[in-house]
């Protein structure tokens, strides 16, 4: 029992540093949110301190997942996903899937605006490979040298080596969902010819 505890412990760092990489957040950015300082959360993610319950709930409250997603608890039978939102740069984000390893589904909404954003924004990159597909509302996407609006059910595949931004086209609200795994971890979608159906 001792061992089984130390090692969910143990795998709490790794876990961590992914959690806070996958949304692009900095040590800075963590302390503020959760109260812990900066060189705490630095011993955590590299496995030099290990957490305590005062310090993991707000980390999993700042990283939108359970405290049983950060210490891999073992499945309870519940195959339900409880969204947890979080609001960054004034969009809400819900994560749909519950380990933090391998490819991460998210949900996205941005909320309507008095105004589209105009001119050329801030595009960033970062490790990885994103999918992203438009359930409702206009979405641009600034992807290198390219400036596309996505309408609904379009969908956009990408490595985040590029830079890039996603933003409202319009003044109007848009949802859209992103898939997103490490640097060669691609979406691919399948599906079957007409004739098998």
Known sequence: MDNDLDEALDAVGPRLRALRKQRETTLADLSAATGISVSTLSRLESGRRRPTLEQLLPLARAHGVTQDELVDAPPTGDPRIHLRPVKRHGMTML????????????KFVIPAKSRAAEGRPEAKSHEGYEWIYVLDGKLRLVLGEHDLVLSPGEAAEFDTHVPHWFGA?????VEYLVLFGQQGERAHVRARPKSAR
Do not use: F
């Open 95 to 106: 994560p749909l899937t519950r380990r933090a390893g391998g490819i991460q589904a998210y």
């Open 169 to 173: 086209a319009d003044t109007g609200a």
